[in-house]
């Protein structure tokens, strides 16, 4: 009888004694969490992983720790170098924030995370399957939209350096009006849709921000590969209009880039909040 009456008491004890280690974990976690963020902002990479892994260890469910290990990976991601140990960091940030979208997945830093780390490792069309699947989120990002037309623009403009070059030509940047028939026929056949997407998306993040003057520079590339595509039938007038809307972008780009660094330069001094509420 006495056995018996004492399980429960043991159980109770247990269970505090198993609260209070729990505890105890997302405390340690806590701290590596914090010490962390101390390294990556100081740039000591490396330990920032350590830390942030040993939180998520400690924690598995402590909020924002899956992030920044994944985000402290594509820290060391260099853009444009496919070496196997930089592709392993890639895929490695890549797998942390699929964990985060696992279980919230419309985290948008974690689907902007995964976005720009296959931009960053030349997987254009992941990079966007993946800005649009932040559009889906957040139809209102600008950044998301500029980004497609950028990765639309920078293939077209390779398929067209290409097939100029296998003619024994330059791109001019003006339509190229000296094409042969074969290298248009190519051209159009590869760049018509790319050049279609591409300026409905820069518009598209113009829309939402009309300042947006990187964006405006682009539409003024798009607008010369525009006129690639002319050869197939515009002719010279077509071309030209072309020509005359990428330079009109063009000045508009200056201009608005130039009233946008007055205007930043124009602030109040010092600390501001932006709009994550993080310190500037």
Not at 201 to 228: F, G, H, Q
Request: glycine share 8%; aromatic share 6%; proline share 5%.
């Amino acid at each position: 009888m006495n056995r018996i009456a004492r399980f429960p008491v043991l159980a109770a004890a247990f269970l505090a004694m198993l609260t209070m280690m729990t505890g105890c974990s997302r405390l340690k976690a806590r701290d590596q969490l914090n010490k962390g963020v101390a390294a990556y902002k100081n740039a000591k990479y490396e330990e920032a992983i350590g830390h942030f892994q040993n939180a998520v260890n400690l924690d598995p469910n402590l909020p924002m720790a899956r992030l920044y290990l994944a985000t402290a990976y594509a820290q060391q991601v260099v853009p444009d170098l496919t070496t196997p140990e930089n592709l392993k960091s890639a895929n490695l940030a890549i797998q942390g924030f699929q964990e985060v979208l696992d279980k919230d997945p419309k985290d948008i830093s974690s689907l902007k995370g995964i976005a720009g780390l296959y931009f960053q490792i030349d997987q254009f069309d992941k990079a966007k399957e993946w800005q649009q699947k932040v559009l889906a989120v957040d139809p209102q990002d600008a950044e998301a939209a500029y980004t497609i037309g950028v990765i639309d623009w920078g293939i077209a403009h390779k398929n067209a350096v290409q097939a100029l070059s296998e003619a024994g030509l330059q791109d001019g940047g003006d339509g190229n009006p000296k094409m042969p028939k074969p290298v248009c026929q190519k051209i159009v056949a590869q760049n018509t849709p790319l050049v279609n997407e591409g300026m409905q998306y820069l518009m598209k993040a113009l829309e939402i921000r009309p300042n947006y003057d990187d964006a405006m520079s682009y539409v003024n590339l798009m607008y010369r590969r525009k006129a690639d595509l002319e050869c197939a039938g515009g002719g010279d007038k077509a071309r030209k209009e072309d020509i005359d809307q990428a330079l009109e972008w063009s000045h508009k780009s200056l201009g608005t880039r130039k009233a946008n660094e007055e205007k930043k330069n124009n602030r109040p001094g010092g600390i501001v909040m932006d709009g994550a509420g993080n310190m500037k």
